[in-house]
């Protein structure tokens, strides 16, 4: 028998050789409680893990992971899977993000990662400070403005903030920037994700022109799982790095 919500195995009466299980049972609960885990994109288990060590198990796990899609592995003398449920959480470490699992997957835990940009934003006073993910910084700035992620970025922010296109571009590593589109078939090529910060985004708008404006990643990158998307006349989408090699809209 084994408890109802982290599986912990319970010591039998009369049971030989308790340390085992007891020991099971603090392993399982080393291994998740403060939940931080090294990546999520890994399919193939280390080659040489250490004690403690835990990962999210990638989509087509391979070798000791195999069928473990989703899992948390973590490694005491032996892999420990355990299988996540609606409303666990957990920090990745590669990523500098928090995640929050749905029921069906892990996804981005926006009040998660608000709570630690919050708390960088406390223990950094300085004027020009921006917190680790500045998605929650205009977020935040966009609420308190009572807009959506559709307005007019504010008149009185710096030019090189706001940038208005009208050709194909290739859009920069800088984050934080606002571009509006003014013509039709535009193609904005995204920045590789590998070599953009955590937490970088930006926010297009197709203000005007007709036709759609196509966003669109580079190599094995991918926004929203496709190649690219795109942004009908009036539409506007926020493009937020959400990994080494992806992008999501919102």
Request: aromatic share 6%; glycine share 10%; hydrophobic share 50%.
């Amino acid at each position: 028998m084994s408890s109802p919500h982290l599986a912990l195995p319970y010591i039998q009466a009369a049971q030989a050789q308790k340390e085992i299980t007891h020991n099971e049972a603090l392993n399982r609960l080393d291994a998740l409680v403060q939940l931080s885990v090294i990546d999520r994109d890994r399919a193939a288990p280390p080659a040489d893990p250490a004690t403690g060590q835990r990962h999210i198990v990638a989509a087509g796990a391979t070798g000791a992971w195999s069928g473990r899609d989703g899992c948390v592995a973590a490694w005491y003398a032996g892999w420990l899977f355990l299988a996540p449920a609606a409303g666990w959480r957990a920090w990745v470490t590669a990523e500098s993000v928090a995640l929050l699992h749905d029921g069906g997957g892990w996804q981005i835990d926006a009040p998660g990662i608000a709570a630690v940009a919050a708390h960088e934003a406390a223990a950094n006073p300085h004027p020009h400070y921006q917190p680790r993910d500045a998605i929650l910084d205009r977020i935040v700035a966009v609420a308190a403005a009572g807009v959506g992620v559709d307005a007019e970025p504010d008149a009185a922010a710096p030019a090189l903030w706001v940038e208005s296109l009208a050709a194909d571009t290739t859009l920069g590593a800088v984050t934080g920037k606002a571009y509006r589109v003014d013509a039709a078939a535009v193609t904005l090529t995204l920045p590789p994700a590998a070599e953009t910060p955590e937490g970088w985004w930006c926010r297009v708008k197709h203000r005007s022109g007709g036709g759609s404006v196509t966003i669109a990643a580079q190599g094995a990158d991918g926004i929203d799982g496709a190649a690219a998307v795109t942004l009908a006349d009036g539409e506007a989408a926020l493009v937020v790095r959400t990994g080494p090699s992806s992008f999501e809209v919102f």
